[in-house]
Protein backbone atom coordinates (compact mmCIF):
# COMPACT_ATOMS: atom_id res chain seq x y z
CA UNK A 1 0.00 0.00 0.00
CA UNK A 2 0.94 3.60 -0.66
CA UNK A 3 0.96 5.74 1.88
CA UNK A 4 3.00 8.79 0.67
CA UNK A 5 1.49 12.08 1.96
CA UNK A 6 0.25 14.38 -1.23
CA UNK A 7 2.71 17.40 -0.97
CA UNK A 8 0.68 20.73 -0.44
CA UNK A 9 0.84 24.81 -0.57
CA UNK A 10 -1.10 27.00 0.09
CA UNK A 11 -0.99 30.28 -1.91
CA UNK A 12 -1.60 33.58 0.08
CA UNK A 13 -2.83 35.96 -3.15
CA UNK A 14 -4.02 34.06 -6.45
CA UNK A 15 -3.60 36.37 -8.95
CA UNK A 16 -1.89 36.52 -12.29
CA UNK A 17 1.77 34.81 -10.82
CA UNK A 18 -0.27 32.92 -8.21
CA UNK A 19 -2.64 31.22 -10.76
CA UNK A 20 -0.12 29.81 -13.11
CA UNK A 21 2.17 28.82 -9.82
CA UNK A 22 -0.97 26.80 -8.81
CA UNK A 23 -1.81 25.39 -12.03
CA UNK A 24 1.95 23.82 -12.43
CA UNK A 25 2.25 22.76 -8.77
CA UNK A 26 -0.88 20.82 -9.13
CA UNK A 27 0.81 19.30 -12.64
CA UNK A 28 3.61 18.12 -10.14
CA UNK A 29 1.02 16.25 -8.04
CA UNK A 30 0.74 18.77 -5.54
CA UNK A 31 -2.81 20.14 -4.03
CA UNK A 32 -2.60 23.28 -3.59
CA UNK A 33 -4.96 26.01 -1.88
CA UNK A 34 -5.33 29.75 -3.20
CA UNK A 35 -6.90 32.46 -1.29
CA UNK A 36 -9.03 35.30 -3.04
CA UNK A 37 -10.52 38.59 -1.44
CA UNK A 38 -14.15 37.85 -3.24
CA UNK A 39 -15.57 34.85 -4.14
CA UNK A 40 -16.42 35.64 -7.39
CA UNK A 41 -13.25 34.40 -8.57
CA UNK A 42 -13.53 31.09 -7.05
CA UNK A 43 -14.82 29.31 -10.32
CA UNK A 44 -11.59 30.44 -11.81
CA UNK A 45 -9.25 28.98 -9.30
CA UNK A 46 -11.42 25.71 -9.49
CA UNK A 47 -11.00 25.72 -13.21
CA UNK A 48 -7.69 25.54 -12.62
CA UNK A 49 -7.85 22.81 -9.59
CA UNK A 50 -6.76 24.98 -6.95
CA UNK A 51 -9.14 24.71 -3.61
CA UNK A 52 -10.54 28.77 -2.82
CA UNK A 53 -9.75 30.09 0.39
CA UNK A 54 -11.46 33.06 1.01
CA UNK A 55 -9.07 35.24 3.08
CA UNK A 56 -9.19 39.70 3.39
CA UNK A 57 -6.67 41.39 5.39
CA UNK A 58 -6.39 42.53 7.95
CA UNK A 59 -8.48 40.58 10.31
CA UNK A 60 -9.75 42.18 13.59
CA UNK A 61 -7.42 39.10 15.69
CA UNK A 62 -5.31 36.88 14.79
CA UNK A 63 -7.18 34.22 16.02
CA UNK A 64 -9.51 35.01 13.35
CA UNK A 65 -7.24 33.94 10.51
CA UNK A 66 -8.79 30.32 9.23
CA UNK A 67 -6.62 29.28 6.78
CA UNK A 68 -5.85 25.41 5.50
CA UNK A 69 -3.09 23.60 6.54
CA UNK A 70 -0.37 22.99 4.36
CA UNK A 71 3.38 22.02 3.79
CA UNK A 72 4.61 25.20 2.08
CA UNK A 73 2.79 28.59 2.56
CA UNK A 74 3.79 31.08 -0.89
CA UNK A 75 2.90 34.93 0.24
CA UNK A 76 2.36 36.61 -2.97
CA UNK A 77 0.46 39.67 -2.32
CA UNK A 78 1.18 42.97 -3.49
CA UNK A 79 1.29 46.15 -1.65
CA UNK A 80 -1.17 47.99 -4.14
CA UNK A 81 -1.41 51.31 -3.54
CA UNK A 82 -2.32 51.05 0.61
CA UNK A 83 0.97 50.58 0.99
CA UNK A 84 1.11 51.19 4.55
CA UNK A 85 -1.40 48.76 5.33
CA UNK A 86 1.10 45.86 3.65
CA UNK A 87 3.93 45.41 6.52
CA UNK A 88 0.96 44.86 8.98
CA UNK A 89 -0.85 42.46 6.79
CA UNK A 90 2.28 40.35 6.49
CA UNK A 91 2.36 40.75 10.18
CA UNK A 92 -0.57 39.15 10.99
CA UNK A 93 0.14 36.30 8.56
CA UNK A 94 3.43 35.61 9.56
CA UNK A 95 2.59 35.46 13.33
CA UNK A 96 -0.16 33.17 12.20
CA UNK A 97 2.13 30.83 10.57
CA UNK A 98 5.18 31.33 13.69
CA UNK A 99 3.62 28.36 15.10
CA UNK A 100 3.35 26.29 12.23
CA UNK A 101 6.19 23.59 10.89
CA UNK A 102 5.35 24.70 6.93
CA UNK A 103 8.04 26.17 5.08
CA UNK A 104 7.37 30.36 4.23
CA UNK A 105 7.87 31.76 0.97
CA UNK A 106 7.56 35.12 0.42
CA UNK A 107 7.61 37.17 -3.06
CA UNK A 108 8.98 40.50 -2.32
CA UNK A 109 10.49 42.66 -5.22
CA UNK A 110 14.13 44.50 -6.13
CA UNK A 111 12.42 48.17 -5.75
CA UNK A 112 13.65 47.67 -2.23
CA UNK A 113 16.96 48.56 -3.67
CA UNK A 114 15.31 52.12 -4.58
CA UNK A 115 17.77 54.35 -6.68
CA UNK A 116 21.31 52.53 -5.66
CA UNK A 117 23.34 52.47 -8.86
CA UNK A 118 25.51 49.72 -10.62
CA UNK A 119 25.35 45.98 -9.47
CA UNK A 120 23.33 45.46 -6.50
CA UNK A 121 22.58 42.09 -4.75
CA UNK A 122 20.86 40.88 -1.52
CA UNK A 123 23.01 42.35 0.57
CA UNK A 124 22.49 45.85 -0.20
CA UNK A 125 19.03 46.30 1.49
CA UNK A 126 18.70 44.89 5.07
CA UNK A 127 14.82 44.11 6.34
CA UNK A 128 14.14 46.44 9.10
CA UNK A 129 10.80 47.08 10.82
CA UNK A 130 11.02 51.35 10.69
CA UNK A 131 12.27 51.02 6.92
CA UNK A 132 9.92 53.93 5.14
CA UNK A 133 10.10 51.25 2.63
CA UNK A 134 6.89 48.99 2.86
CA UNK A 135 8.73 45.67 1.57
CA UNK A 136 11.70 46.10 3.52
CA UNK A 137 9.24 47.04 6.59
CA UNK A 138 7.31 43.51 5.55
CA UNK A 139 9.83 41.12 4.91
CA UNK A 140 11.13 42.44 8.48
CA UNK A 141 7.84 41.26 9.91
CA UNK A 142 7.77 38.13 8.11
CA UNK A 143 11.09 37.27 9.40
CA UNK A 144 10.74 38.10 12.75
CA UNK A 145 8.17 35.55 13.23
CA UNK A 146 9.37 33.58 10.27
CA UNK A 147 12.87 32.97 10.84
CA UNK A 148 13.64 30.64 8.49
CA UNK A 149 11.43 32.17 5.67
CA UNK A 150 12.82 32.60 2.29
CA UNK A 151 11.90 35.71 0.15
CA UNK A 152 12.35 35.82 -2.89
CA UNK A 153 13.08 39.58 -4.32
CA UNK A 154 10.99 39.79 -7.82
CA UNK A 155 12.42 41.97 -10.44
CA UNK A 156 9.61 43.33 -12.90
CA UNK A 157 7.37 40.43 -14.52
CA UNK A 158 6.64 39.97 -17.19
CA UNK A 159 5.37 36.72 -19.79
CA UNK A 160 2.67 35.68 -22.06
CA UNK A 161 -0.15 38.43 -22.52
CA UNK A 162 1.73 40.85 -19.96
CA UNK A 163 4.33 42.99 -20.79
CA UNK A 164 5.57 46.29 -18.59
CA UNK A 165 6.15 48.14 -22.22
CA UNK A 166 2.03 48.02 -22.30
CA UNK A 167 2.35 50.34 -19.75
CA UNK A 168 4.52 53.05 -21.27
CA UNK A 169 3.20 52.44 -25.02
CA UNK A 170 2.95 56.30 -27.14
CA UNK A 171 4.54 58.04 -23.70
CA UNK A 172 6.89 60.81 -24.81
CA UNK A 173 10.49 62.45 -23.22
CA UNK A 174 10.07 59.56 -20.55
CA UNK A 175 13.58 60.01 -18.38
CA UNK A 176 17.08 57.48 -18.23
CA UNK A 177 16.13 55.60 -21.25
CA UNK A 178 19.43 54.47 -20.80
CA UNK A 179 19.15 52.54 -18.05
CA UNK A 180 19.30 49.19 -17.99
CA UNK A 181 16.09 46.58 -17.24
CA UNK A 182 15.82 44.62 -14.61
CA UNK A 183 12.83 42.07 -15.50
CA UNK A 184 11.73 38.05 -14.82
CA UNK A 185 9.51 35.64 -16.55
CA UNK A 186 6.70 34.71 -14.83
CA UNK A 187 7.58 31.05 -15.90
CA UNK A 188 11.48 31.46 -14.27
CA UNK A 189 9.53 33.18 -11.19
CA UNK A 190 7.95 29.39 -10.82
CA UNK A 191 10.63 27.66 -11.66
CA UNK A 192 12.88 28.87 -8.87
CA UNK A 193 9.66 28.93 -6.78
CA UNK A 194 9.72 24.94 -7.16
CA UNK A 195 13.33 24.35 -6.53
CA UNK A 196 13.09 26.48 -3.32
CA UNK A 197 9.91 23.72 -2.53
CA UNK A 198 11.62 20.71 -3.87
CA UNK A 199 14.93 21.90 -1.99
CA UNK A 200 12.89 22.67 1.24
CA UNK A 201 15.54 26.08 1.24
CA UNK A 202 15.06 28.10 4.08
CA UNK A 203 16.52 31.35 5.65
CA UNK A 204 17.37 32.82 2.09
CA UNK A 205 16.99 36.51 0.72
CA UNK A 206 17.32 35.60 -3.17
CA UNK A 207 17.06 37.87 -6.30
CA UNK A 208 15.09 36.50 -8.93
CA UNK A 209 15.87 38.54 -12.38
CA UNK A 210 16.68 37.76 -15.76
CA UNK A 211 20.57 37.66 -16.67
CA UNK A 212 20.51 40.12 -19.74
CA UNK A 213 19.69 43.59 -19.08
CA UNK A 214 19.27 45.63 -21.90
CA UNK A 215 18.69 49.69 -22.19
CA UNK A 216 15.01 50.89 -21.72
CA UNK A 217 14.79 52.70 -24.44
CA UNK A 218 16.07 49.82 -26.98
CA UNK A 219 14.09 46.93 -25.15
CA UNK A 220 10.51 49.04 -25.19
CA UNK A 221 10.82 50.38 -28.40
CA UNK A 222 11.48 46.91 -30.08
CA UNK A 223 8.60 45.45 -27.80
CA UNK A 224 6.20 48.03 -28.53
CA UNK A 225 6.82 47.63 -32.35
CA UNK A 226 6.47 43.71 -32.23
CA UNK A 227 3.19 44.38 -29.68
CA UNK A 228 2.01 46.44 -32.59
CA UNK A 229 1.45 49.32 -30.21
CA UNK A 230 2.61 53.19 -30.60
CA UNK A 231 6.64 53.18 -29.98
CA UNK A 232 7.31 55.53 -26.57
CA UNK A 233 10.13 58.29 -26.93
CA UNK A 234 13.02 58.45 -24.31
CA UNK A 235 15.37 60.69 -22.85
CA UNK A 236 18.96 59.51 -22.93
CA UNK A 237 20.38 59.34 -19.62
CA UNK A 238 20.31 56.98 -16.55
CA UNK A 239 23.72 54.47 -17.56
CA UNK A 240 24.88 53.72 -14.22
CA UNK A 241 21.25 53.03 -12.97
CA UNK A 242 21.24 49.64 -10.71
CA UNK A 243 21.61 46.49 -12.62
CA UNK A 244 19.73 43.43 -10.22
CA UNK A 245 22.28 40.62 -9.99
CA UNK A 246 20.42 36.86 -9.39
CA UNK A 247 23.91 35.26 -9.64
CA UNK A 248 23.15 34.00 -5.83
CA UNK A 249 19.86 32.40 -6.54
CA UNK A 250 20.82 31.09 -9.95
CA UNK A 251 23.80 28.88 -8.14
CA UNK A 252 22.24 27.59 -4.46
CA UNK A 253 19.63 26.40 -7.16
CA UNK A 254 21.40 25.04 -9.81
CA UNK A 255 19.23 26.40 -11.97
CA UNK A 256 19.30 27.43 -15.89
CA UNK A 257 16.81 30.56 -16.74
CA UNK A 258 13.95 29.36 -19.45
CA UNK A 259 14.42 33.39 -20.40
CA UNK A 260 18.09 34.66 -19.52
CA UNK A 261 17.14 37.72 -22.26
CA UNK A 262 14.04 39.47 -22.59
CA UNK A 263 14.67 41.48 -25.23
CA UNK A 264 13.69 38.06 -26.92
CA UNK A 265 9.55 38.51 -25.98
CA UNK A 266 7.40 37.87 -28.62
CA UNK A 267 10.48 36.68 -31.06
CA UNK A 268 9.44 33.73 -32.17
Known amino acids: MNTKKTPSVLIIGCGWLGKKLGAELISQKYK ?123 CGLYGDERHPATHIAGRKNISDGDAPVNLVHRDDVIQITQKVIEGKVKHEILNVCSTSHPPKKEIYTDITERMELKKPHFLDGGENSKVVSSEKALKKLKVKLLHPDPAEFMKN
Open 32 to 154: VFGTTRSSSNFSTLSGLGINPVKLILPVPKIDELHLPEADTIIISLSPGREREQYPPNINQLAQHFSAKKAQVIMYSSTSVYNDLENEVDEKDSTPYKESPNALLAAEASLLEHCPDAVILRL
